[in-house]
Structure formats: structure tokens, C-alpha cells
């Protein structure tokens, strides 16, 4: 599903029990200098993560600031983010200009403790190459290196290295829980491109070797990912980058399946086993 670029007023983009993501929550909060918002989502678990600008969260009686540190848009530097347990009240301050910030959650009953994740404590994965056209970079903010502090949810960005680049490829599902060879993880992703009128591709094959569906994705524009194999891409001459929220049904740990018709790609494209390996 599309949901095309516009302006949420606040309020949630992926509301709870989403009936495509129901383990998914997305909502972008946009604030000025001194402004605050203030929510909390029964029973999902939550990622404050500002696309740019700086903010202090507060949650549980502690308080996390200076979080963030773009300025101009997602390429102006490294992310940063604050996990808060799932279901708590939490209230986020601009202590900047202006600023536009994402928050991720997934389904999770247990209350854990909040943390923050600075730049150098981030999962960073390159893989790829320009000869393949499937060059990126994948910032995980919530990746493998909080396993044992997060419930089930995967916070991302990702990045097309280059320009015209595809993502997500091989071609890959993750819909149905059937261990070892997948796992159910509903997706939910917001693009952006540069220059900001750039735009690409999103497909989502339901079924090998069988015809889906292809939306015109924009900036700001926010794809869900709730059934089948789902490669995107930017057209020539632009970079893409989207924000990736993945909320898994009975685990955290993501096991993709890989489109049989295109595995034998898993071999020529470099270091694509390094990816899947950081999503846990």
C-alpha cells in the first residue's frame, strides 16, 4: 500500500492495529524551537528518531538531550535515537529551529528500560556494488547491537549509494512465520530523495513469478509492506533513502526469504550476507 506524500498534522501516519502493519506504528512529528509533543502507545514499544533537527525525550523519569544532529535533510550527517518501552508516556522538546522527527514503533507488551543510541553507537553495513546497481548503505539505529534491550522492533536508514540505484534486492519476503526459513515481520517505510523532486519505484510481488503491483513513490511518500517480495528503486540521475520500521510477530531476530527466481543473485552481489546478518 501507498500512502502518498502529505501533511499528517502530528498525528499518526501507521495508527495502532494498522489493518495491513498491525505490528507496525508510524507517525512523523514536525515542531519548532521550544514547542513539545507528548504521547504514548498502548502496548506498542517506540523509536524517537529525528530526521533533522535536535530534541531532548523525556520518558520514565529520565531525560535524553541533544538528540540529533542534522540539519538540512537525512544526508546532513549520521542518525541518532531514543528507545522508549512500550506504552510509556514520553515527551519530546525542539530545542533547535525546527524539527522533523520520526517516530517508529512496534507491538510489544513487556515495559522495558528507555536508552538512548548516538551516532558512533550505530550498526553501519555497505554492501553492493555500481556495477549491480544495488550499491547502498543500511545505518541500523535499533539493530543487532541491542538485541537483548529491545522487544521487536528494527529502526533503519537506509541509502542507494550513487544515483538510480535499486534496494532490496535479491528480492526478498518476510510474511509468514515458518522457522528456519522465515519469519513474520511486518514493514513500514517513509522516502525521501535528492534533489527532493526526484522519485522511484516501489514493487511488491505477492507471488513468484506471478505479476504484482508497482507504486510511484515520492518524496515523503510511505509504503507498508504487508505481503510478498518488495525490491524499490530511484530513477536515473537521483539518490534515494528511506526510513525502515520492522515489527516482528514472535521474534526481533528477521529471517528473509529470498525470491527463488532471483537467489542466484545472492552470489553476485557483494556482501549482501553482512545485511542480512545485522538485521537481528
Not at 504521547?39 to 540529533?68: N, R
Not at 549491480?132 to 541509502?159: N, P
Amino acid at each position: 500500500m501507498h500512502i502518498p506524500p502529505h501533511d499528517n498534522a502530528n498525528k499518526p501516519i501507521v495508527d495502532v492495529d494498522h489493518p495491513l502493519v498491525p505490528l507496525n506504528y508510524f507517525n512523523i512529528v514536525t515542531l519548532t524551537r521550544g514547542e513539545t509533543f507528548d504521547y504514548a502507545v498502548p502496548g506498542y514499544e517506540t523509536c524517537v528518531a529525528p530526521a533533522t533537527g535536535t530534541v531532548t525525550v523525556q520518558t520514565m523519569g529520565q531525560t535524553f538531550s541533544e538528540i540529533g544532529t542534522r540539519t538540512v535533510d537525512v544526508w546532513d550527517g549520521d542518525p541518532e535515537g531514543v528507545y522508549v518501552p512500550s506504552g510509556t508516556p514520553a515527551r519530546i522538546t525542539c530545542d533547535s529551529d525546527a524539527a522533523e522527527v520520526f517516530v517508529a514503533g512496534a507491538k510489544f507488551d513487556a515495559v522495558l528500560e528507555p536508552f538512548a543510541v548516538r551516532t558512533h553507537e550505530l550498526d553501519v553495513v555497505q554492501y553492493g556494488s555500481d556495477d549491480t546497481k544495488t550499491h547502498r548503505k543500511i545505518k541500523h539505529i535499533l539493530g543487532a547491537s541491542y538485541h537483548d534491550r529491545v522487544g521487536r522492533l528494527l529502526v533503519s536508514e537506509l541509502f542507494t549509494v550513487g544515483a538510480g540505484g535499486w534496494s532490496g534486492f535479491p528480492s526478498h519476503k518476510h510474511d509468514t512465520d515458518r522457522l528456519p526459513d522465515e519469519t513474520r515481520h511486518d514493514e513500514t517505510y517513509n522516502f525521501r530523495f535528492r534533489p527532493d523532486y526526484g522519485s522511484g519505484l516501489q514493487m511488491l510481488q505477492r507471488v513468484d513469478n506471478a505479476p504484482g503491483d508497482a507504486y510511484h513513490i515520492m518524496d515523503r511518500s510511505t509504503v507498508l509492506i504487508d505481503k510478498g517480495y518488495h525490491p524499490c528503486a530511484a530513477l536515473p540521475g537521483y539518490e534515494m533513502y528511506y526510513f525502515t520500521i520492522l515489527g516482528g510477530l514472535t521474534q526481533r531476530s528477521l529471517k528473509q526469504y529470498f525470491q527463488p527466481t532471483h537467489a542466484e543473485q545472492l552470489h553476485t552481489i557483494p556482501g549482501i550476507m553482512d545485511m542480512v546478518a545485522k538485521f537481528k
